[in-house]
């Protein structure tokens, strides 16, 4: 209770001291004529809705943030006008109250970004980067994601990390191009049981404070650097692309060392395709990503994940009156099962060679579009398992929002991806001025 | 062919004078609202008051290309203020005979989401005018009938060829006969009951072209109202094409955007 009250103090003086020092016309410049500088200050609490045994039994969430933005047009030259050099910048200033009140700033984009051809774009440094047409389902966008940001109420924002890396991208007429070079990996937020109680694969249960195990990142080596191209054009009105991606898995997926606890990212290399257009009253698309575990070909190495196929299907449709919905289905194929199947000792954990996943997305708008009540779902009939994001934004003024929701988790089994994380579910409250 | 010329001019005023068909005002005053020069741009300010009299604001930049006048076009629309909605990019192609494209590029998640045209009669943005106020309903849509000509305007009455699509059973509109700008629609239900209103505030000339600077919507029921300014307009800019495409959704073109 006490830090409950905490938080929510820490949340009221960080939104007076907001309310004081920026102007209310939104966004400030340095000096006369420098930069905008935009952001927002937030304050999240997010509660568990039963006890766990993760380092706060009953918290998952309460921090407060302070983002900054800002685009800077260097001009000293003529070449950087000719070239329409832009500098991005934001960041994160992040007090957590989960880690004691650590503070932490977590830089999001710093990267310059030139035309140096009519038919070519460069974007340098930190950014984020994402593809492909689902929706919270990624196939052939194998860039970093931060999914420990998604389960406990952080905004959609947070749920894709940035990369350190280079984007190329080629207009031409038959075809776009857009090159990602990622010289250092950069892996998703894995689950390590501080924060997220999960399955633990060698304890053979959901485990959090009593997780030990060692996550070995790839080293820091050119054979570790990751490249994903994605080509693109229209074809009508119809949007196709076409991926390639080369690099690791992004969660450590593979036994290092089973006796020492040891995991690690294996080498993964993708191939995909998308299309997304106009269908009946909505919009519909359809993306297959193949997944190649170069290390288990085979697929008969039980401590490596074999190759797969990944199909996707949705469709997304305007009702009118400010109502949204939202379907998809995700079909994804184990290949060389059978060879998977006997490789298997006893203990493990046996996946389906087939997983169905459906999910379900309802948006309704109130009040002039300043309430959005929305609702997620992801549903799997095989895995048995369900998770449930209900959401509520309410804009009070164009600055200052509240975002109240839920994540709400089940499954009839500890080891699937959702059930796993079935006694995290949690309610959060954010509130945010934005500037 | 400087006959043709003046035979042409006779005979369009000779028309005007014998009242033109109501297709034609239509189509006209849909031209003048929508397609002056070859393309456009404009900075927008957007007052939303609701009944409780509390405002929000929305600023954004239009560039508009057209293809063909009265026919297709593209829009970009870029957003300034507030802050949760800054450098967030609409963008229309608008077809004629068939639904238009539209897509809408969210910053914060450098996500480009293709949006369905079914629901051009919903809110932009959150205020009373819709999608289709923004870009244009096309004229082909209803069928028009000249109810009036008296006092300097034509008064149109047009009613919805598929009323399935639209929330309205007609609608009425004041047409300024010197400049053939609509300056006024009304949005009737299906009793029958004004529930609607846009009003030009301001016209004014610019290179030549009859430009509305400052309208207003009203929707009657909600008992809010929405003021639109615009600024900084200026035709015939020699925006190019490419600008309307995922390229420069990502990366706003600074050029034909103030800063």
């Not at chain 1, 949340?11 to 952001?39: T, W």
């Not at chain 1, 200033?93 to 051809?117: C, H, K, Q, T, V």
């Not at chain 2, 480009?112 to 849509?141: C, M, N, P, Q």
Request: include cysteine.
């Amino acid at each position: 209770m006490a830090r409950l009250l905490k938080g929510v103090f820490a949340c009221a003086a960080g939104l007076c001291l907001a309310g004081r020092s920026v102007p209310a016309e939104a966004a400030f410049r340095l000096g006369k004529d420098g930069p905008r500088i935009g952001g927002f200050v937030e304050a999240g609490y997010g509660g568990k809705l039963g006890d766990d045994t993760t380092k706060h039994e009953d918290l998952s969430m309460l921090e407060q943030r302070l983002q900054l933005e800002t685009t800077w047009y260097p001009e000293f030259a003529e070449v950087w006008k000719d070239w329409m050099a832009a500098v991005n910048f934001r960041g994160d200033f992040l007090l957590d109250e989960y880690y004691g009140g650590r503070a932490e700033f977590e830089l999001r984009e710093l990267n310059l970004i030139l035309s140096p051809l009519s038919w070519m774009d460069l974007r340098m440094g930190r950014q984020v980067f994402t593809w492909g047409t689902g929706d919270y389902l990624f196939l052939n966008d194998l860039f970093p994601k931060d999914y420990i940001s998604f389960y406990i109420g952080r905004d959609d924002e947070y749920l894709k990390k940035p990369s350190d890396g280079v984007r190329v991208s080629f207009y031409t007429d038959p075809v776009n191009l857009d090159l990602a070079l990622i010289p250092v990996c950069e892996p998703n937020d894995f689950f390590t049981g501080q924060r997220l109680s999960f399955y633990d694969v060698f304890q053979q249960r959901i485990a959090a404070r009593s997780v030990n195990r060692t996550v070995v990142e790839p080293a820091r080596q050119p054979e570790h650097s990751e490249v994903a191209m994605r080509a693109y054009r229209n074809f009508g009105r119809y949007e196709f692309a076409w991926y390639a991606f080369r690099g690791h898995y992004k969660m450590p997926r593979g036994i290092l060392n089973q006796m020492q606890r040891r995991l690690y990212f294996p080498r993964l290399d993708a191939y995909g395709m998308s299309v997304r257009g106009p269908f009946y009253e909505g919009i519909a698309n359809a993306e297959f990503a193949y997944y190649h575990s170069r290390e288990d070909s085979a697929g008969d190495n039980r401590l490596i994940p074999n190759s797969m196929c990944k199909y996707l299907v949705g469709y997304d449709q305007d009702l009118g009156n400010d109502l949204r919905i939202g379907v998809q289905y995700l079909l994804e194929q184990r290949l060389e099962y059978d060879s998977y199947r006997r490789a298997l000792l006893p203990g493990d954990v046996a996946r389906d060679e087939f997983r169905h996943l459906l999910t379900l997305r309802i948006n309704q708008q109130y009040w002039n579009q300043t309430v959005d009540a929305g609702l997620f779902l992801f549903f799997s009939p095989s895995d048995r398992d369900a998770y449930l994001r209900p959401k509520v934004d309410y804009d009070v003024t164009d600055q200052l929002s509240f975002t109240f929701g839920a994540n709400l988790i089940w499954g009839e089994d500890d080891s699937t991806e959702f059930g796993q994380l079935e006694r995290n579910k949690n309610v959060y409250l954010r509130v945010r001025y934005a500037f | 062919m400087i006959g043709m010329l003046i035979v042409g001019y006779a005979q369009g005023i000779a028309g005007a004078r014998a009242e033109m068909g109501a297709d034609e005002i239509a189509r006209k005053a849909y031209n003048t609202a929508y397609y002056e020069g070859d393309d456009g741009r404009a900075t927008v300010e957007m007052t939303l008051t609701d009944r409780q009299e509390r405002t929000r604001k929305r600023k954004f930049q239009i560039l508009r290309y057209d293809i063909k006048d009265g026919g297709r076009q593209k829009y970009y629309v870029y957003f300034r203020e507030p802050a949760d909605v800054r450098e967030m990019v609409y963008m229309v192609w608008k077809h004629v005979g068939s639904d238009d494209d539209r897509w809408l590029y969210l910053p914060a998640l450098d996500l480009v989401r293709r949006i369905a045209a079914s629901d051009k009669r919903s809110s932009f943005v959150g205020s009373d005018f819709t999608y289709e106020d923004i870009s244009g309903r096309s004229v082909d849509l209803d069928s028009h009938e000249l109810v009036s000509s008296e006092g300097g305007k034509y008064l149109l009455k047009n009613t919805p060829k598929d009323p399935d699509l639209v929330e309205f059973s007609y609608y009425l509109v004041s047409i300024d006969k010197e400049t053939m700008m609509p300056v006024k629609a009304e949005y009737f239900d299906a009793q029958g009951e004004k529930y609607r209103e846009i009003n030009a505030l301001e016209v004014k000339e610019i290179q030549g072209h009859p430009t509305i600077i400052r309208q207003r919507a009203d929707d009657l029921a909600a008992g809010s109202h929405t003021i639109v300014e615009f600024s900084d307009i200026e035709y015939d800019v020699g925006i190019s094409e490419d600008i309307f495409t995922e390229r420069y959704l990502r990366r706003a073109p600074r050029r034909w955007l103030d800063y």
